[in-house]
């Protein structure tokens, strides 16, 4: 397990007072945000940034971390916990597993409590959302009903972000269950509902196009569904079956956006008139075009 150091991940001394301290975070996650950084790696250091605040400004556990930094703690360098790191604050690890990381979950979020400590820290739970490729694509707004351990069930309004992908997890600070350690959090495992046209991978967006054989033999311009509303698409005479044209940023919004990525697809009529029939023979017999030229032996 590697050591993190919490400091140098906001960049602020050891010294530092609330005030700076979160005026540190408010820069940093400004600069990392998703929708805005154009750093490959703005969603990990987003996490770490959120990680580091999430100690540090807490009382207890700022004065618990400064404690394991005494016992040769270096950021980067493999770390074992002290003598007498206990746990038994009763803070559930499954869930908030995936959030954090390794060091985190060990040394704050596994059920512990310092050196020996019994205090109880708030206790989050899990709720499955599903989100249509709609929502992660605008951001929404909605009212959940969420049902208790004892039955009842209260409303929670839930702002779903732009370009939220399936697992991931919506967090609802302080919205979970009372107890003597104050509040936990709610946790919404964000499921992305398939959708009748499109397909998702990564952020990309796939889309099958389908278009007539004298479509692909003329070209044509005509317009296909996208995410953020129907765009005019040039098709250029010629075109063959499965040819992929890519609609650059047309995918989930995030540091950097995705694509969409539009699949021709070929397809005959299922009736033809007697007429159609006789000027397809008739191109049949004025062209030397022979599309199995390639399996020729």
Known sequence: MKFIDYYKVLGVSESVNDGDLKKAYRRLARKYHPDVSKEKDAEEKIK??????????????????????????????????????QNNSGFSRGRSQGDFSDFFETMFGDGRGGFGSQRSRPENVTYNISV???????????????????????????????????????????????GRGGSGDVLLQVTLKPHKHFRLEGRDVFLIVPI??????????????????????????????????????????????GDQYVELQLTMPSELSQEALDLL?????????????????
């Open 48 to 85: 770490s940034i959120n990680e580091a605040y999430e100690v540090l400004k807490d009382k207890d556990r700022r004065a618990e971390y400064d404690q394991l930094r005494k016992y040769g703690g270096e950021g980067g360098q493999d770390f074992r916990p002290p003598p007498g790191w």
């Open 132 to 178: 249509s490729l709609e929502e992660s694509y605008h951001g929404a707004q909605r009212r959940m009903n969420l049902t208790e351990s004892n039955g009842s069930v209260r409303s929670l309004d839930v702002n779903i972000p732009k370009g939220i992908l399936n697992g991931q997890k919506i967090r609802l600070r302080g919205q979970g269950p009372a």
């Open 281 to 297: 023979r008739q191109l049949g017999e004025t062209t030397s075009f022979d599309p199995r030229e390639s399996l020729s032996v």
């Open 212 to 257: 007539s054989p004298w479509e692909a033999a003329l070209g044509v311009k005509t317009s296909v569904p996208t995410l953020s509303g129907a765009v005019n698409l040039n098709i250029p005479a010629g075109t063959n079956n499965g040819k992929k044209m890519r609609l650059k940023g047309k995918g989930l919004p995030g540091s950097t956006n």
